[in-house]
Structure formats: structure tokens, C-alpha cells
């Protein structure tokens, strides 16, 4: 029997966002958050882009996870990428948006940063052990997370330190299976 792609893809999908919302939990509107309003981790501009016209409060986590998609996995770097790097990725990429998401994914495999994924960047994660690419994207974001957090008198780093910190232990594979039989 071979691997479905569409039902693994969308197990995987469903595991890697379930995590970020259980990382970003429910309402917030703290004042000090650069990001302002949000839900399930999903601000309120980008809800907002992707259609969504009710209060922040009331977004469903079904609605939050269509965003997801929509805004941070269809046709991304992290939906191609078929181990468990990919999570950091995605990950990353909804904290920092893909452009520097890009930037630090190149600076943890070691090609030239400039912010374009091109052949050179693609062999260099293909050639990549998944585990010190893992290493190196913890790192890496974690070097970003230190440069932004003087915008929030470093409010919120020990909290991402540990969100991030807690991924790296998640068995995805065991995780996607689970999520796999359930479609």
C-alpha cells in the first residue's frame, strides 16, 4: 500500500497547527504586543486579509486554522519539506513572516542570505541531517527572538524561549500518524 500524499500532508497540516494554536492559545489584546489583537494566534489585520469581518473574540478555531492555511502553509517552504524541520519552519514563519523566515533558514544552512529559495538553498536542506537542521533553525530563531524583543522590553522571549524550546521534543512522526488515521 502506498503513502497517500494528500491525506499525509493534510495529517501533517492538521498536527503542525493544532501545536501552534495550543502554543498561541485563545483571545489576547495585550497592549504591548507589537501584533495587537488576536486569536488562536491570528491577528486581527491578518484575519481581516483573509476575509474575516467579525470580532476577534468570536474567531473560531476553525477559522483560525483555514487562515493558517491559507496565509502560512499552502505552497510554503515548510509544507515541502518532508521532515520534521518543517514544523520550525512553519513555526517561524507565522512569528516572522516568509521573508525572514527565508533569511533565517539560509543563515542556519549556510548558503547567502538573500532571502530567495533557489537552487543553492534548496540542496543545502536537502543535504542537511535533519537534526542539526533542527539545531541550527532553534538557534537561529532563537538569535531573532533576542533582536525584536527590546520592541517589548523583552515581555515575551522567556515564553517563546520555552514554546520553542517544548517543540523540539514533539515525536511528529508518531503525532502525524495519529492525526492520519483520524481522516
Known amino acids: 500500500m502506498g503513502l497517500n500524499l494528500d491525506k499525509y500532508q493534510e495529517a501533517r497540516f492538521q498536527a ?3 501545536e501552534v494554536i495550543r502554543i498561541e492559545g485563545g483571545h489576547v489584546n495585550d497592549p504591548d504586543d507589537p501584533g495587537g ?3 488562536y494566534g491570528i491577528a486581527k489585520r491578518l484575519a481581516e486579509a483573509h476575509g474575516y469581518k467579525g470580532r476577534m473574540i468570536d474567531l473560531t478555531k476553525a ?20 521532515n520534521d524541520a518543517a514544523f520550525n519552519i512553519y513555526l517561524l514563519s507565522i512569528h516572522s513572516g516568509h521573508k525572514q523566515t527565508t533569511l533565517i533558514l539560509q543563515r542556519a544552512v549556510g548558503v547567502t542570505d ?11 536542506i536537502s543535504n542537511a541531517s535533519e537534526a542539526l537542521l533542527i539545531e541550527a533553525l532553534c538557534y537561529r530563531t532563537l538569535d531573532f527572538y533576542v533582536i525584536i524583543s527590546p520592541k517589548t522590553q523583552y515581555k515575551y522571549i522567556q515564553g517563546w524561549r520555552n514554546r520553542l524550546l517544548a517543540s523540539r521534543r514533539i515525536n511528529w512522526k508518531e503525532r502525524i500518524n495519529e492525526y492520519e488515521r483520524l481522516l
Open 16 to 18: 503542525f497547527t493544532d
Open 63 to 82: 477559522e483560525a486554522k483555514e487562515i493558517y492555511r491559507k496565509a502560512f502553509w499552502n505552497d510554503s517552504l515548510a509544507s515541502n519539506i518532508m
Open 114 to 124: 538573500d532571502g530567495v529559495i533557489g537552487a543553492n538553498t534548496l540542496n543545502a
Open 37 to 39: 489583537e488576536t486569536n
